[in-house]
């Protein structure tokens, strides 16, 4: 299946903390809506602990499933069709998902492009082509943020402005 995109589907996502993540999404068309509902119904079947709000019309997917729903989520969209709310930061650990998202926009500013890749991996292309950093979307500290930085200066982004979220 080629991954959906904006034009066909857009997903929101938000949490309120770090134990669920909420999932809507809105189609281009009732075949769109299908194909995501049953490709979201084939990755979570029924018992997997993924419930149905009535309420809120989204989806609410526990933390012990989080890293299965990014990869459904990569796997599905284009990173374009994805879009979470300003609350979310489940991940973080003293910072760490905040400083990825500062050096995402630092990287972005000075032409660089960061995909998501079908594992759920950051690829991070320097506006040359010549330079590829592949980081985790999600990293597991501190110190893992201060090993991308160091990658991708070497491969020639200027962090020099950027805030430093993650360094003690």
């Not at 309420?55 to 969209?77: M, N």
Request: aromatic content about 12%.
């Amino acid at each position: 299946m080629t991954r959906l995109s904006p034009d066909q589907v857009q997903v929101t996502l938000r949490a309120e903390d770090r134990y669920w993540i909420y999932a809507k999404w809105t189609t281009s068309g009732g075949i769109v809506f299908n194909t995501v509902r049953e490709s979201f119904r084939a990755a979570f079947p029924s018992g997997s602990g993924v419930k149905w709000g009535p309420g809120t019309k989204e989806w609410r997917i526990p933390e012990r499933l989080h890293s299965l729903f990014h990869a459904w989520l990569a796997r599905t969209f284009d990173p374009e069709a994805v879009q979470w709310s300003a609350a979310y930061d489940p991940f973080t650990r003293e910072g760490v998902m905040t400083d990825l998202q500062c050096l995402i926009r630092t990287a972005q500013r000075q032409g660089w492009s960061v995909q998501v890749r079908r594992g759920g991996h950051l690829a991070w292309t320097s506006p040359s082509g010549a330079g590829v950093v592949f980081s985790a979307a999600s990293p597991s500290d501190w110190r893992a943020n201060l090993n991308l930085r160091a990658s991708l200066r070497r491969a020639g982004l200027h962090t020099d402005g950027a805030e430093n979220h993650g360094q003690k």
